[in-house]
């Protein structure tokens, strides 16, 4: 996966980041700036990967607080949705693996998690409750048929449009991702 003088390099780098927290630099903006440069280089798995890490780990043991995760392009300064994020990272990349429909479905629910967290203007309490959706539908797609929840899953995907009308941009990726969202639980 890597060559050993990128494991060298990623090492250095983990330890002069280190160094900057200890030395009193935010945690979070640390992590932050490390995921936005990865994600200029266009590694934007590995983005994926480090979030999903950060979100099933929760950083460091003696730490209480909840990861801060910037979705890609969104600002949530006033907004902590890191745990959130991470979890539907991590629920979509379980569900990639499970083959082609699998891998449609997530890249769906990732460009709506995107989208939503892009979006200016969506109030932080939408967007907050469009993720909520989100996570409810990777989570029942998560699941094997027989323990699916039809209810709680056509709930979600009901109220997905009517937080995402409210712009353009929301509602355009909405109707793209609804048809992925409805086949696979046709299925």
């Known amino acids: 996966m890597f060559s050993e003088e ?17 030395s009193g630099s935010d945690r979070s903006l640390v992590k932050q700036e490390l995921y936005r440069k990865y994600e200029a280089q266009g590694q934007k798995v590995f983005v994926d990967y480090l979030l999903t890490l950060d979100a099933v780990f929760g950083g460091r043991p003696e730490m209480s607080e909840k990861p801060n995760v910037n979705i890609y392009g969104g600002n949530f300064a006033n907004l902590n949705l890191g745990e959130q994020i ?15 429909q699998g891998a449609e479905l997530a890249a769906a629910l990732r460009s709506l998690t995107e989208s939503i967290g892009a979006d200016p203007k969506l109030t932080d309490t939408q967007k907050k409750e469009a993720l909520e ?27 997905l449009p009517t937080v995402l009308s409210a712009t353009v941009a929301s509602i355009k990726i909405w109707e793209t991702v609804h048809p992925v969202l409805t086949a696979f639980f046709a299925g």
């Open 6 to 22: 990128e494991l060298r390099a990623a090492q250095s780098e983990v330890l002069r980041l280190q160094a900057r927290v200890n």
């Open 86 to 100: 991470g979890t539907i990272n991590a629920t979509v990349n379980v569900i990639a693996s499970q083959g082609t």
């Open 133 to 159: 959706a989100v996570e409810t539908i990777a989570d029942q797609a998560n699941l094997p048929t027989e323990q699916r929840r039809p209810g709680v899953f056509k709930a979600a995907l009901s109220y």
